[in-house]
Every structure is written in C-alpha cells, then in structure tokens.
C-alpha cells in the first residue's frame, strides 16, 4: 500500500533553514505528483508546494515563494522541501501528499497523506 514517511521537521530560530524529506513507497516512483502541505494549531490545513511526476513543474503558496523549494528525486523515491528564511508563522505540522494528477497547492485535494513532522520557528 501507498506509505509516505516525514523526515528532517524539529526547531529553528527565525532567519534559519531546515530541509524536510519524504520517502515514498507503494507505487511507481513517478507515478504520482506530490506535494506538501502544513497546518498550524487552530488553522486550517493549506497547501505549501506541489511538483508533477517528472519535477518539470511546480506550485508555491505566495506565503513560501522565494523561500522554500520543493524537489524530488524518484531513484530514490525521496520528495523534499528546503525552507529557508522561516518565519514564526511557518510553524506547523507538514504533511507530504501524492496524488495521481498534479494538485495546484490552492485547491488540491490529493488522496494519499503522511504522517506529519513538526516545525517549530522561534523569534
């Protein structure tokens, strides 16, 4: 079955830079778009970034643009994201996401969800 596994979340001062990572198994390893997304306590979960099955394309939330970068490597069946510059406001639970179709970060909905890895940005 599909497994997604968060990796690389834990607490960083504002100004600081961390690099989350998702290993996937249970289907091909460019079969699906993935993304990320993030919830916040007492905040609806959103959409950070998203990536098509190949890495030719990609989304951002305009909150994130220009400072977090998402990637994959499907040798390796790793999705990342490197979110530099963080804010307080980027704290939160960030989920990795796959779906079969690519999912634009604003209103996808994809099917398959990991677990979740904290980030926690102090000021």
């Known amino acids: 079955q599909v497994q997604m596994v968060e990796s690389g979340g834990g607490s960083v001062q504002a100004g600081g830079s961390l690099r989350l990572s998702c290993a996937y198994s249970?289907?091909?390893?460019?079969?699906?778009?993935m993304g990320w997304f993030r919830q916040a306590p007492g905040k609806e979960r959103e959409g950070v970034a998203s990536?098509?099955?190949?890495?030719?394309?990609?989304d951002y939330a305009d909150s994130v643009k220009g400072r977090f970068i998402i990637s994959r490597d499907n040798a390796k069946r790793m999705l990342y994201l490197q979110m530099n510059s963080l804010q307080p406001e980027d704290t939160a639970l960030y989920y990795c996401?796959?779906?079969?179709?690519?999912?634009?970060?604003?209103?996808?909905?994809?099917?398959?969800w990991g677990q979740g890895t904290q980030v926690t940005v102090s000021s």
């Open positions: 249970g289907f091909g390893s460019s079969s699906y778009s």
């Open positions: 996401a796959a779906d079969w179709d690519f999912f634009p970060v604003r209103t996808g909905k994809p099917k398959y």
């Open positions: 990536i098509s099955r190949g890495g030719v394309t990609t």
